[in-house]
């Protein structure tokens, strides 16, 4: 009988399984570590070429802008010392520059417009301060809007709007006599144009050389007001008191007679119409009295020991 082998052969079969996988493994992790390292190689370049675009940026930038700066320079050094950009003066004395044109003159001179350009004659209509000249030309009596604008190469175009009158102002001078002006609605002061009449323009009095301009806005809006209402009746009015706007003050002639009536600051047309209408039966009453207060509707009160225009 023969021995039986003291040792057996005794089978593993996921020790096996993982004896075989791991060359398998190691074989793989062998080929996949050039591969990664081929990787990494490749995208260094680009990575280099990237980081030097992001460093070379800044000088471009910087010569791109300086090179901006000095073509600007150079350009506008030929605007400003090119003769053909000049605004020239007339050539003879007396005579309008044919580089300035100006539109929607007529009361206002001609020769002061010209005078706000005098430094910019001679000189290139780049350096022109548009804004500033525009300021100035407001500043000229009867000018109320103005615009003003560049044609090139050596033009300049204004266009004006002028002021309306709308009444005469007698202004009140500390010991001097009163002076007269013209008024707007926007209670600007006008000067008197020669050879022009205004005949239908009634007189605001009351108003003195301090007043402010927005002061004689109001003042000048309540009279419009009170000549819009009457309508047609304010052809007996020839003076208006505006010292308190609340409390109009007339001069009007009526049947030959001058007489100052209150009106106080609504209920025109009604005020006067009533006045007008018993005028007739008031100077039989009060042939002395020519000062009324209508201040009250349907009443008219003659005041007497008052002279005309006084409160």
Do not use: C
């Not at 050879?195 to 007189?203: A, H, L, Q, S």
Request: net charge positive; hydrophobic share 40%; charged share 30%.
């Amino acid at each position: 009988m023969s021995r039986r082998s003291v040792t057996e052969d005794v089978e593993y079969p996921l020790l096996d399984q993982m004896e075989s996988e791991e060359p398998a493994a190691r074989e793989r992790s062998k080929r996949s570590r050039p591969a990664k390292r081929d990787r990494e190689e490749a995208e260094h370049p680009k990575r280099r070429r990237i980081n030097l675009f992001y460093w070379t940026l800044p000088f471009f930038a910087l010569v791109a802008a300086f090179a901006l700066t000095m073509a600007f320079h150079r350009v506008e050094a030929f605007l400003i010392n090119d003769s053909r950009f000049h605004l020239k003066n007339a050539a003879d004395y007396g005579k309008d520059p044919a580089e300035v044109k100006i539109a929607g003159i007529q009361r206002a001179s001609k020769a002061e417009i010209l005078r706000v350009l005098e430094q910019d004659f001679g000189r290139s209509l780049y350096l022109f301060p548009l804004a500033e000249r525009r300021r100035n030309l407001l500043a000229v009596d009867w000018v109320k809007e103005a615009t003003v604008s560049r044609r090139w190469p050596n033009q300049i175009h204004i266009t004006l709007t002028e002021r309306e009158p709308v009444a005469f102002a007698q202004i009140n001078v500390p010991d001097s006599v009163p002076r007269f002006h013209l008024i707007d609605a926007d209670g600007v002061l006008l000067p008197l144009p020669k050879g022009e009449k205004f005949d239908t323009f009634v007189v605001l009095t009351g108003l003195n050389a301090k007043d402010a301009e927005a002061g004689r806005r109001i003042r000048v809006q309540q009279v419009l007001a009170m000549l819009g209402d009457i309508g047609p009746l304010a052809a007996h009015v020839s003076e208006v008191d505006v010292r308190d706007p609340a409390n109009l003050q007339t001069a009007m002639q009526v049947e030959k007679r001058v007489v100052t009536v209150k009106l106080g600051s609504r209920n025109f047309r009604q005020r006067m119409q009533n006045f007008l209408s018993n005028f007739a039966e008031i100077r039989k009453a009060r042939p002395n009295s020519t000062v009324f207060d209508l201040r009250i509707d349907d009443r008219i009160t003659a005041v007497e020991g008052v002279t005309g225009g006084q409160p």
